[in-house]
């Protein structure tokens, strides 16, 4: 079955660098999160989107910007790139907009390493 | 607030029943998830209960819940060396309809 695509799957970058990681979610889901996993600890939420729509917040820096597309796929943009930005970062998608009856399928997730 | 635990490793014999644990804090709980995470790997959704569900049973897979402690089990029968991987507990909350709030992890090692 198809699952989440994750690109690129591992980004080396310089300090004050920006990157741009790409999701794209399940087939016929239409709600995409993102999550940051730093080393060692356990996924923290940042972001979702259902619909193209913002639909919850988490504990995104303001440096952070993100988006959903028409089709689906979402971007996570990161700019001014800072050492603690190093992390794995997931993006889930579920079908039908967002709500805890909606259970969130994890891609393989995109390591960044900031140098 | 919202806080899940989980005692961070578990090492288990070879063909015997891992069972991790974790608690949550909040009551207001909807559904409570168990993900597994093999090294450099991705989150893999094992399985999950609803709130108002005491067990669920998938194959080599018993979850338990105990709404009344806010308590979770994972019990995994027969456990084999491909099951050595990271464990996370996580729920989400009718406050917030994304997030889903995870565990630090139990790390489950077999021995042989």
């Known amino acids: 079955a198809a699952g989440v695509i994750q690109s690129p799957r591992h980004l080396i970058k310089e300090k004050r660098e920006t990157a741009t990681l790409k999701c794209y979610p399940i087939p016929r889901h239409d709600t995409v999160y993102w999550y940051q996993q730093g080393p060692g600890q356990d996924p923290q939420f940042l972001i979702s989107?259902?619909?193209?729509?913002?639909?919850d917040k988490g504990s995104i820096p303001d440096r952070f910007s993100a988006q959903q597309f028409s089709d689906y796929h979402s971007e996570l943009n990161m700019s001014s790139l800072e050492l603690g930005d190093s992390a794995l970062y997931f993006c889930?998608?579920?079908?039908?907009?967002?709500?805890?009856?909606?259970?969130?399928?994890f891609g393989p997730g995109t390591r960044l390493l900031v140098l | 607030g919202e806080d899940v635990e989980q005692s961070l490793f578990l090492s288990v014999r070879e063909g015997d029943s891992s069972v991790i644990n974790c608690t949550y804090t909040d009551s207001s709980s909807t559904y409570l998830y168990w993900y597994k995470q093999e090294p450099g790997a991705g989150l893999q959704l094992l399985t999950y209960?609803?709130?108002?569900?005491d067990m669920k049973q998938d194959q080599r897979l018993t979850v338990l819940l105990n709404k009344k402690d806010k308590h979770l089990s994972l019990r995994i029968a027969d456990t084999q060396t491909g099951d050595s991987a990271i464990y996370f507990c996580?729920?989400?909350?009718?406050?917030?309809?994304?997030?889903?709030?995870f565990g630090s992890g139990t790390r489950l090692s077999i021995r042989p």
């Open positions: 996580a729920e989400s909350i009718r406050s917030s309809a994304s997030k889903i709030i």
């Open positions: 989107f259902y619909e193209k729509m913002q639909s």
């Open positions: 889930a998608s579920s079908r039908g907009g967002t709500g805890s009856l909606k259970t969130q399928y």
């Open positions: 209960i609803f709130s108002n569900m």
